[in-house]
């Protein structure tokens, strides 16, 4: 079964706006990973959070990690056509962590002008 | 260079045709790895290749067969496949640094492989 599920699984917001994604997964962590993949094409690593923080941001992305709800989010502020794409987040698990990520269902944002 | 480059980026195979996927980067990664990804699905792991070493087969059929010649390469032999193994593979590399689990993959752009 999927270590992460996400939602929404599509979101369309108007550019400028702020967009929240969502992910949860059931087993205890290392950290958790968000990506970008533009269609057809491969992701792109957005943050990295550790199981001991609880938020990070870069850029107009910001990130929070609540390991007793085993949940995430990911907000993208002032949003960009050019955020359209899907979002995935992705952990590694306890045990048997090592370079083996799962990725979460995903998240369609779309961006209209 | 920051990338991973896969070719060909498009493949169309018969059932009982022999093809290969290469994967290639110079980040000097000495983890590398296979995901498969069907049509707006999540990507799924198959192999992970560690210091040129299998250390994860996520049991995928023998039709799939993971080679890595050095640590810069990484193929994925394909043999006798079947239209549902028609997706998009996904090549990626870690810095694969003793087992370190904080780590970021570059992806390639990936081949997207139909099987009639």
């Known amino acids: 079964s999927q270590q992460g599920e996400e939602d929404p699984q599509a979101l369309s917001i108007q550019e400028g706006e702020n967009a929240t994604m969502n992910c949860s997964y059931k087993?205890?962590?290392?950290?958790l990973q968000w990506y970008r993949q533009n269609s057809g094409r491969g992701l792109v690593h957005l943050i990295l959070?550790?199981?001991?923080?609880r938020e990070k941001h870069s850029g107009r992305l910001r990130v929070t990690l609540d390991t007793s709800k085993k949940s995430s989010s990911l907000l993208i502020t002032a949003s960009r056509a050019a955020d359209t794409a899907s979002y995935f987040c992705?952990?590694?698990?306890?045990?048997?962590?090592?370079?083996?990520?799962?990725f979460g269902t995903g998240t369609q944002l779309k961006v209209e002008l | 260079d920051t990338e991973v480059t896969q070719t060909p980026k498009h493949l169309v195979m018969g059932m009982t045709n022999k093809k290969s996927l290469k994967c290639e980067q110079h980040?000097?990664?000495?983890?590398m790895y296979w995901y498969k990804q069907k049509a707006k699905k999540p990507p799924e792991l198959m192999f992970v290749?560690?210091?040129?070493?299998?250390?994860i087969n996520e049991s995928v059929p023998s039709r799939f067969s993971p080679e890595c010649p050095n640590s810069s390469l990484l193929n994925l032999h394909l043999h006798a496949l079947q239209p549902e193994d028609s997706a998009l593979y996904l090549c990626?590399?870690?810095?694969?640094?003793?087992?370190?689990?904080?780590?970021?993959?570059?992806f390639g752009s990936g081949t997207q492989l139909s099987v009639l």
């Open positions: 959070i550790r199981s001991n923080e």
């Open positions: 980040m000097g990664h000495r983890a």
């Open positions: 990626a590399s870690s810095l694969g640094q003793g087992g370190s689990t904080n780590e970021k993959l570059f």
């Open positions: 992705a952990t590694d698990r306890i045990p048997g962590g090592g370079n083996k990520l799962t």
């Open positions: 087993t205890s962590i290392n950290n």
């Open positions: 290749y560690s210091y040129e070493k299998l250390s």
